[in-house]
């Protein structure tokens, strides 16, 4: 069954690392960037204002340690699984569309990026739904173009992508709770 399931996800792997040009290198090349997205963390950050005012700061620090702890326990799953990247295997290296030659560490499961991308995307979403509709739509989005960027740059396998999406969207909604119900201090209003 486990070697069923590493063979399938090679393949998809294949099949989606396959579909490459100048343009979609480019554009999946940007995605995986994290300064592409600044004016979506501004956005979040003037959201965040808006919502908490001088509470702000829990809300970052929140963020923060929520980030720590999903690359890390990235980290450690890559070092405890060893599983190459697609670029380092043997038989699919040669195979592996790369782009700008950039491959990454040894091992890559699972992918830092999903799990970062879908932390955020959870713990945002968590915050703001019943407020701003769209944040969503937005949020996921942007979780699933980091994510899926990986498979097409030829550093991370589909596998790699969604168990870092579970891990990041569990570690987004235990932080978003934790957040809400235990740090946000209520504001009182005068009456």
Not at 54 to 75: E, F, G, H, P, R
Request: charged share 15%.
């Amino acid at each position: 069954m486990l070697e069923l399931l590493i063979e399938t996800d090679q393949q998809l792997f294949l099949a989606m690392n396959g579909m490459h040009g100048v343009v979609s290198d480019f554009f999946w090349f940007q995605f995986s960037k994290h300064i592409i997205w600044l004016p979506l963390y501004v956005w979040l950050i003037y959201l965040m204002w808006n919502e908490y005012k001088v509470q702000i700061w829990k809300a970052i620090l929140t963020i923060s340690l929520l980030i720590l702890v999903s690359d890390q326990t990235c980290n450690l799953a890559k070092n405890g699984f060893q599983r190459l990247r697609p670029c380092h295997d043997p038989v699919l290296g040669p195979k592996t569309h790369l782009v700008n030659n950039h491959c990454g560490g040894t091992y890559g499961f699972f992918s830092g990026h999903a799990a970062n991308s879908f932390a955020l995307f959870a713990f945002i979403t968590s915050l703001f739904r019943k407020r701003h509709r769209r944040i969503e739509k937005v949020m996921l989005l942007y979780a699933l173009f980091v994510s899926l960027s990986r498979v097409f740059l030829g550093v991370h396998y589909p596998l790699d992508i969604l168990t870092g999406a579970l891990c990041g969207s569990l570690y987004g909604i235990l932080f978003g709770q934790l957040f809400l119900q235990y740090l946000l201090t209520p504001v009182k209003t005068e009456t």
